[in-house]
C-alpha cells in the first residue's frame, strides 16, 4: 500500500506582558488534512479528510533578570492513517531558566507530563508480519535539563539529560491487554554533550560531540 496525505494549518498566536514580570502566551491551531491510500493490487483507492483544532497556553513570571519560570500546557494532532482517528497529544510542563549575569551562559530545567490518544505502533505478529495498532492512550512523564555556554569566544559547550517514564493507560495489542505496561521504543534515560570550536580567520566552525 501506498500512503499519502496533504496538510494545512492556520494557526493564531497572541503574547501579553503586564507589571512587567508576567507573559501571557494563547493560541489556537486547526489542521486540515487530506489522506489517501492506494492498494497497488487491487489498484484501489480509499481518501479521508480531518480538521482538527487544538490549543495552547504558558504562563512566564520573570523573577529577575537572570531567573524566569514558567508553566505551559499545548494540545498536537498527527496526522492517522486512512479509517483511523488523528493520534492527538496534550502536555503540561512546568520549568526554570537561569542565564547568569557575569557568565554567558543558560541553565534550563523542566517536569512534564504527555498523554497521547490514538497512538500507532508498530506490532510483530504471530506469522512475522509487522503491523500497526492502535493504542486508546498512553502517558509520558519526565525530566529535561540543559546547558549551553560560552567558555572562550570561540568555545561552547552544550549538554543535556532526560529521563523519561512511559505507560499504556488503556490499549490491546494482538487483542490482548497491554495497560499498565511501558512502551518498548522509549529510553529511560538520554544524555548529550556537544562541543563548538569557531575558527575565526575562516568563518568556519568544528563540532564534535556525543549522544546515549
Do not use: C
Not at 507589571?19 to 481518501?47: F, H
Not at 504471530?126 to 529535561?144: H, K, M, N, P
Not at 554533550?193 to 546515549?212: D, E, F, H, K, V
Amino acid at each position: 500500500k501506498e500512503n499519502d496525505y496533504l496538510s494545512g494549518a492556520i494557526f493564531v498566536q497572541q503574547n501579553v506582558s503586564f507589571q512587567d514580570r508576567y507573559i501571557v502566551t494563547a493560541g489556537v491551531r486547526n489542521d486540515i488534512l487530506d489522506l489517501s491510500e492506494t492498494d497497488k493490487l487491487t489498484n484501489s483507492t480509499d481518501s479521508d479528510t480531518f480538521s482538527e483544532f487544538s490549543v495552547r497556553g504558558a504562563l512566564t513570571y520573570i523573577v529577575n533578570d537572570s531567573v524566569s519560570s514558567y508553566v505551559s500546557m499545548v494540545e498536537s494532532v498527527q496526522p492517522p492513517s486512512v479509517g483511523t482517528q488523528p493520534e492527538r497529544g496534550r502536555q503540561y510542563e512546568l520549568g526554570a531558566k537561569y542565564s547568569p549575569a557575569d557568565f554567558n551562559a543558560i541553565f534550563s530545567a523542566a517536569v512534564y507530563q504527555l498523554t497521547k490518544g490514538n497512538s500507532s505502533i508498530a506490532v510483530v505478529q504471530g506469522d512475522g508480519s509487522i503491523t500497526r495498532e492502535t493504542l486508546s492512550e498512553s502517558q509520558v512523564y519526565g525530566f529535561d535539563f540543559e546547558a549551553r555556554a560560552e567558555l572562550t569566544d570561540n568555545l561552547s559547550l552544550t549538554g543535556a539529560y532526560s529521563f523519561m517514564q512511559t505507560e499504556v493507560i488503556e490499549g490491546t495489542v494482538r487483542g490482548t491487554s497491554v495497560k499498565g505496561n511501558e512502551l518498548a521504543t522509549a529510553p529511560h534515560h538520554t544524555a548529550s554533550l556537544w562541543g563548538y570550536y569557531s575558527l575565526p580567520n575562516y568563518g568556519a566552525s568544528l563540532g564534535l560531540g556525543t549522544r546515549s
